[in-house]
């Protein structure tokens, strides 16, 4: 939590600074500024006449320290119904040390395309000369009454600043953006509602906000808000500015097995703490894993995410990540996610999916999903032990597939080719992560291809008719219970 401290006022500390704060207002408790010094816990405050007071009077004040598109991703709604889920678990998860990231230019590869699954604006207030020879308890009133307080429940689109394009898709755009009132960066997720309802992924699009409004986790993108106008649906999410891993992976070739190792826990981790929660992911693919400034894994992308207690039969996802029961269109729970795992493994260790050489004939594709994991042919730069665990989290029968037995994500654990990690350190973010990437600075996005501007964010929040409001009626969330904007009511004197 960062504040900057202007005046102490007896028991009372008094902050006023430049940019617009947040509180929780249930608790009142300080949980986002920013400035330029740390509080190392949460503050609690008190407000009054508009501006906010730190109950403690003996605060501990320091200064702060500081690619290419995969096609055909499958979408095809049927009627869906709940069913089996099977036991998970937190492990008490020996250290990766030594991870570093090379490329080998003799490894197998092919120069495979991306898998497609498919304001309120403050001014600084600031008291004048003549004012500043007050005592204390005037210089608040004084303030106060430059200032007013906007309680909102979600945000809006005059809150952030458009920057650039980070991503394109179906529907729409995701953008980097910067919030008016604390600064920091966000990716900003652009769903076009008459482009969402008339592909008929409405549902999928609402999921999406649920399954993040539920999850907390660190190698989980996080949802900060979603709103609504008449034309687009916005959702405000981590800025995340590592890129995708899919990218890392094109430039690389293939993964050394200690890396893919990395990457393939944390991803482990993450899937068990959704199945945790009765959460399918349903998408995992290197498109979907995003790295963070130090190199630590956030899934992304929850379109096709969903809650089920049992059984469902939808069939969605990416083609080369599919397992046999989605493919065959029986009922499945979420083992197709440790299913979607092994064949991430195996991409990552050889730079392509299992069954690439039939990517481009579904029909074969899925005949050779069908056939089972004994018909694929293991690179002999395989460790065996990756060898193993691929074939196990890719079996075809999912009475029988790690992860979906009675032990649960324990015999994923405990295979033998994660006998070295240390799951607490590894879940805990205390393992250095094998690939740092190179970013200047916040907001930096080189990471992410560029692309065709085109001015679409002027379009954005223009009024017009909205016939698919009623589509989305819970679209709006906050992730905080409410949200307190200080902005001006009259020009500040300097």
């Not at 992911?281 to 992308?301: M, Q, S, V, W």
């Not at 589509?471 to 992730?479: G, I, R, S």
Request: glycine share 6%.
């Amino acid at each position: 939590m960062t504040g900057h401290l202007l005046q102490k006022t007896g028991a009372n500390v008094a902050l006023i600074h430049d940019d617009d704060w947040r509180f929780d207002m249930e608790g009142a408790s300080l949980f986002e500024v920013n400035t330029d010094c740390s509080f190392a816990t949460p503050q609690e405050i008190v407000i009054e006449q508009g501006v906010a007071y730190l109950k403690n009077p003996s605060l501990d004040i320091s200064d702060e320290v500081e690619t290419p598109s995969r096609e055909n991703k499958v979408a095809e709604e049927k009627q869906e119904s709940e069913g089996s889920q099977n036991s998970t678990l937190s492990l008490p998860l020996s250290s990766l040390a030594g991870l570093d990231h090379t490329t080998d230019d003799s490894a197998e590869a092919e120069d495979l395309d991306c898998k497609e699954s498919i304001s309120t604006e403050q001014k600084t207030v600031t008291l004048g000369d003549e004012e500043s020879n007050l005592d204390e308890p005037a210089k608040r009133t004084r303030l106060s009454q430059k200032m007013e307080q906007r309680t909102v429940q979600h945000y809006r689109l005059s809150d952030f600043t458009i920057l650039r394009t980070l991503g394109t898709g179906s529907f729409g755009r995701v953008h980097l953006a910067q919030s008016k009132h604390n600064r920091r960066f966000y990716a900003i997720k652009v769903l076009n509602k008459e482009r969402v309802v008339k592909t008929k992924q409405t549902e999928h699009t609402n999921n999406e906000t649920r399954m993040l409004k539920t999850v907390q986790h660190p190698f989980i993108i996080n949802l900060w808000g979603s709103f609504q106008d008449t034309g687009n649906l916005y959702m405000v999410m981590d800025f995340v500015p590592g890129g995708e891993l899919f990218a890392l992976l094109r430039r690389a070739n293939r993964f050394p097995d200690a890396v893919a190792k990395f990457y393939a826990a944390e991803v482990a981790v993450a899937l068990n703490h959704l199945h945790s929660l009765d959460i399918i992911y349903r998408d995992l693919k290197p498109e979907n894993i995003l790295l963070t400034a130090e190199g630590h894994i956030k899934i992304a992308d929850f379109g096709f995410a969903k809650v089920c207690t049992t059984t469902t039969w939808t069939l969605c996802g990416t083609p080369d990540y599919l397992a046999p029961e989605i493919v065959s269109q029986s009922r499945y729970n979420k083992s197709v996610d440790w299913y979607a795992l092994g064949v991430l493994v195996f991409e990552m260790l050889s730079g392509f999916p299992p069954y690439h050489r039939y990517s481009s004939n579904h029909l074969e594709l899925y005949e050779k999903i069908l056939a089972g994991p004994l018909e694929i042919k293991m690179p002999s730069v395989f460790d065996g032990n990756a060898s193993n665990l691929i074939l196990k989290l890719m079996e075809s029968d999912p009475s029988r597939r790690y992860g979906n037995m009675r032990s649960g994500a324990r015999d994923v654990f405990e295979h033998p080719w994660f006998a070295e990690v240390d799951w607490d350190k590894l879940a805990n973010r205390q393992i250095n992560a094998p690939y740092i990437p190179r970013i200047s600075g916040d907001g930096d996005a080189c990471a992410f291809d560029h692309y065709p501007e085109d001015d679409v964010a002027s379009t954005y929040g223009l009024s017009r008719t909205d016939p698919y409001g009623a589509e989305f009626p819970d679209f709006e969330y906050t992730n905080g219970v409410n949200i307190v904007l200080f902005t001006t009511t009259a020009s500040p004197s300097h």
